[in-house]
């Protein structure tokens, strides 16, 4: 099996990159790597459908390793923290150009593989879990409609400090139950 993280936030070593590794460990997988999109040279969506017609994306940049990392891998963990009542830019433009692994209208089935599981990390500052359900949801969804199975989500609400989500044991244990679930699903 393969796995792989795709930590969309800007900190590196920030909350849900510490959360995304502790799955990524918890599965016991051994082969995995985990992509900083705020570090890599990734356009947005030019909405032109060439993936449509030709079954990739046509914008040539480092979306193409995620891409070809998601493809080969089991296992996809995404991270994105909270930031102005959404999610990341960072987190959006990979998943506005996961459109690329949609068939063409009116039906958008995947092309991925079937049996491909995520999880989706958010961590926000604001302390109440529940403040961004809508929104999380709808993500959890789009993950879902690209074609992966079982999204798990870990909501990690109350942190603000750089990576101190390592020092709150029943976070860490919840990720540790997801990377696990994850490999037995």
């Known amino acids: 099996m393969k796995a792989i993280g795709i930590v969309c936030s800007p900190r590196k070593n920030g909350n849900s990159d510490v959360l995304v590794r502790e799955i990524l460990k918890s599965s016991g997988i051994k082969e995995n790597e985990i992509f900083y999109p705020n570090e890599m040279n990734?356009?947005?969506?030019?909405?032109?459908?060439?993936?449509?017609?030709?079954?990739?994306?046509?914008v040539e940049d480092d979306m193409g390793k995620i891409y070809d990392a998601i493809e080969k891998a089991d296992i996809v963990v995404f991270g994105a923290p909270i930031y102005m009542s959404g999610v990341t830019a960072q987190f959006?433009?990979?998943?506005?150009?996961?459109?690329a692994f949609l068939g063409p209208a009116p039906e958008f089935v995947s092309r991925l593989p079937k049996g491909k599981r995520a999880a989706f990390v958010v961590s926000q500052g604001y302390e109440d879990a529940k403040e961004y359900e809508a929104h999380i949801n709808q993500m959890k969804n789009a993950i879902a409609s690209i074609g992966f199975e079982g999204v798990r989500v870990l909501v990690a609400p109350g942190l603000n400090g750089l990576g101190e989500a390592i020092g709150k044991p029943d976070m860490v244990k919840e990720a540790r139950i997801i990377g696990e679930s994850l490999v037995r699903a």
């Open 42 to 58: 990734i356009k947005g969506c030019q909405a032109c459908y060439s993936c449509k017609e030709r079954g990739r994306c046509a």
């Open 92 to 99: 959006k433009t990979v998943l506005d150009r996961l459109f």
